[in-house]
């Protein structure tokens, strides 16, 4: 048999996946990591965007959105604490668009000092990561 990673998602509501893996990829702080059975271990912010595992048994590749967390790498077993995590079926593209509209628009018309950019930004980024995720799993 060959050699798998032990993978645990999880957000602070509920776990999203558990099982075995071959291979997990995301969006990291230092870019895109690739971890297979045997990685270096490191542990390292995610961005908002997608998860991608693909399980040992050959089943169908997941797909996970998350907002942001940290991932903990050991040889053989990959942990990541999401700050917000959906399955894609969870994902909402009209409700994103308009996540998206509204930090948009408040960044264009709010005046310095009244508006917390640092949080604008950060809910820009993730209904964008969300957006780019629909429309990359619909090609």
């Given at each position: 048999m060959a050699a798998s990673l032990k993978v645990e998602i999880v957000s602070a509501e509920k776990?999203?996946?558990?099982?075995?893996?071959?291979?997990?990829?995301?969006?990291?702080?230092?870019?895109e990591v690739g971890i297979a059975p045997g990685h270096t271990p490191f542990i390292t912010r995610i961005k908002p965007g997608e998860i991608r595992v693909k399980p040992s048994d050959d089943s169908e590749e997941l797909d996970i959105y998350v907002s942001g967390g940290?991932?903990?790498?050991?040889?053989?077993?990959?942990?990541?604490?999401?700050d917000t995590a959906l399955r894609v079926d969870e994902l909402d593209e009209a409700?994103?668009?308009?996540?998206?509209?509204?930090?948009?628009?408040?960044?264009?018309?709010g005046k310095p000092g009244e508006i917390d950019y640092k949080a604008i930004q950060t809910q820009l980024a993730e209904a964008s990561a969300q957006l780019q995720l629909?429309?990359?799993?619909?090609?």
């Open positions: 776990e999203i996946w558990s099982g075995d893996a071959s291979l997990v990829s995301c969006s990291a702080q230092m870019g940290i991932m903990e790498v050991q040889p053989y077993v990959v942990t990541i604490m999401a409700e994103a668009e308009k996540s998206k509209a509204e930090a948009e628009a408040a960044l264009a018309g629909i429309k990359k799993l619909r090609r």
